[in-house]
């Protein structure tokens, strides 16, 4: 494994494992515009806000797109809306703009019409395209990475082999200096007495507590039937979400929690410093892939069965375990494990060496095939609201 890898640099200090321009759609109408003008550069992602084009009680939403526009991997950013609904581009594009990246936004209503927005839009796209090609190299030690960790399509392979091995290269990356951070609460049930003990403080310990305890509450409304599981989970073999916990919780490693990051319309929490963090990213995938990348993250390991999630802002590294599944969407076999032919560390070290590879450039296995919606999550303040939670840190 090498130390270090030679990133793209940002005005704000950070260093970017890749170089993208974000064109955002904060409504859904104007998400064809947003791909056409997509289409004419080299780097161009699109991200649409499908829930509403209201701002009032989406501030969440709001919140992950300018986190994400600040992402280490983004360049630059073109901010599109129709200019009927109540989300002004600017609520976006000004906060990235601070960072000193380029951050444009147009309104189609103002630029008579589609053609014409997306003529303006090409125009400055390309633009952004150009800062991003300008932007410079700089040599930056794998310490700096920040890595999400999350799960999805967990079957008894995952608890056995992939959550373990992913779980090991996680403690490995912290030891060397490197943010690592877990989401999906709600796969943590069951698990407060273990994470508790690896609190750095009483205060850690009490808020992670709390906040699995909400999501819990969330998901489990009473009078409401709603999966938690799915049914590849079971079909695969888990039968309890208690037992997909405790397999889940194998993937954090066993290094000390510095912090249980926020995520809601009023708190947008990040890592102040390098360690193990748990966070409020969804278990929904896609729309997790949105908050690791809104939580500063460089990329993702992903652990699971069969499953190929996908993010085209963060890459992600896919880790499974089993041999009945694997197919070319897989970066790392761990099915050896399974059949007793491979220890947990020799898998972690190869997870670890792929980590440096994907830093310095190297594409994941489907990095430029698979797409995968960048899907916005936001909690219902309404149903907050019943709840009578209270955002605080």
């Not at 300018?66 to 109540?86: R, Y």
Request: aromatic content about 4%.
């Amino acid at each position: 494994m090498m130390n270090t890898f030679m990133g793209f640099g940002r005005a704000d200090g950070s260093v970017g494992i890749r170089n993208h321009v974000l064109i955002m759609a904060v409504d859904e109408c104007c998400e064809g515009i947003a791909r056409a003008i997509a289409d004419s550069i080299d780097n161009g992602i699109v991200v649409t806000n499908y829930n509403t084009c209201m701002y009032g009680g989406n501030e969440e939403m709001i919140n992950t797109m300018i986190h994400t526009g600040n992402n280490p991997n983004v360049a630059g950013v073109l901010v599109l809306a129709m200019g009927c609904g109540s989300i002004d581009p600017e609520i976006v594009a000004a906060p990235i703009r601070t960072t000193g990246r380029a951050a444009f936004s147009l309104v189609c209503m103002k630029q008579q019409g589609t053609r014409a927005t997306i003529n303006q839009g090409k125009a400055l796209a390309q633009e952004l395209q150009q800062a991003a090609n300008a932007a410079p190299r700089v040599e930056t030690p794998i310490s700096d990475l920040v890595i999400g960790v999350k799960c999805g399509g967990s079957d008894t392979s995952s608890g056995i082999a992939s959550n373990p091995s992913v779980g090991r290269a996680v403690d490995t990356l912290v030891d060397l200096g490197a943010t690592a951070i877990a989401g999906e609460l709600i796969e943590l049930v069951g698990c407060e007495a273990i994470l508790r003990q690896r609190a750095v403080s009483p205060e850690v310990a009490d808020k992670l507590e709390r906040l699995i305890h909400e999501e819990e509450a969330r998901w489990h409304v009473d009078g409401a039937e709603v999966e938690t599981m799915s049914i590849g989970n079971s079909v695969g073999g888990l039968t309890t979400l208690e037992e997909k916990s405790f397999g889940a919780l194998s993937k954090t490693g066993t290094r000390p929690i510095q912090g249980v990051l926020q995520i809601n319309h009023l708190i947008h929490e990040k890592p102040t410093q390098p360690g193990f963090y748990l966070s409020e990213a969804t278990h929904l995938c896609g729309s997790a892939g949105m908050h690791f990348a809104a939580l500063g993250a460089h990329l993702i390991l992903w652990t699971t069965g069969g499953a190929g999630f996908n993010n085209p802002i963060v890459p992600v590294i896919r880790v499974s375990g089993n041999q009945y599944l694997l197919n070319e969407d897989i970066d790392i076999d761990a099915s050896g494990i399974m059949r007793a032919e491979e220890g947990v560390e020799s898998v972690a070290e190869r997870i670890v060496a792929k980590v440096s590879q994907v830093a310095q450039g190297q594409q994941t296995n489907i990095e430029e095939l698979g797409y995968s919606y960048c899907s916005l999550y936001q909690k219902d303040q309404r149903l907050e609201t019943v709840l009578r939670f209270k955002p605080n840190c």
